[in-house]
């Protein structure tokens, strides 16, 4: 089993940025295809991205296209650039071992992380 800690949220102006980390303990994240999703008050839980096991394919909702930027070493990042009001969520690291290929869907993740705050003032 493994557990999974973010850090790295805050409270950041429009247009500016912030990087998110996803860090294991008890297991390592090597194994593990990693999504990052986020909730807002009174919203679903929202896909943002998602990284393969060797960082070779990665995936991006359609909201965070072109400004979120997922990456991983020993553990997994999302650089959040030119920020919007609108991203101002719980942001939560999950990880998987289901290799099916499509990985938005919240459901295949067996293991989640307690969330970091990202709150965009405008």
């Known amino acids: 089993q493994v557990q999974l800690v973010e850090s790295g949220g805050g409270l950041v102006q429009a247009g500016g940025s912030l990087r998110l980390s996803c860090a294991a303990s008890?297991?390592?994240?090597?194994?593990?295809?990693i999504g990052w999703f986020r909730q807002a008050p009174g919203k679903e839980r929202e896909f943002v991205a998602s990284?393969?096991?060797?960082?070779g394919s990665t995936d991006y909702g359609d909201s965070v296209k072109g400004r979120f930027t997922i990456s991983r070493d020993n553990a997994v990042y999302l650089q959040m650039n030119s920020l919007e009001p609108e991203d101002t969520a719980v942001y939560y690291c999950?990880?998987?071992?289901?290799?099916?290929?499509?990985?938005?869907?919240?459901?295949?993740?067996?293991?989640w992380g307690q969330g970091t705050q990202v709150t965009v003032s405008s």
């Open positions: 999950a990880a998987t071992l289901y290799y099916g290929g499509i990985y938005r869907g919240s459901s295949i993740y067996n293991y």
């Open positions: 990284i393969t096991v060797t960082g």
């Open positions: 008890g297991r390592r994240l090597s194994t593990y295809i």
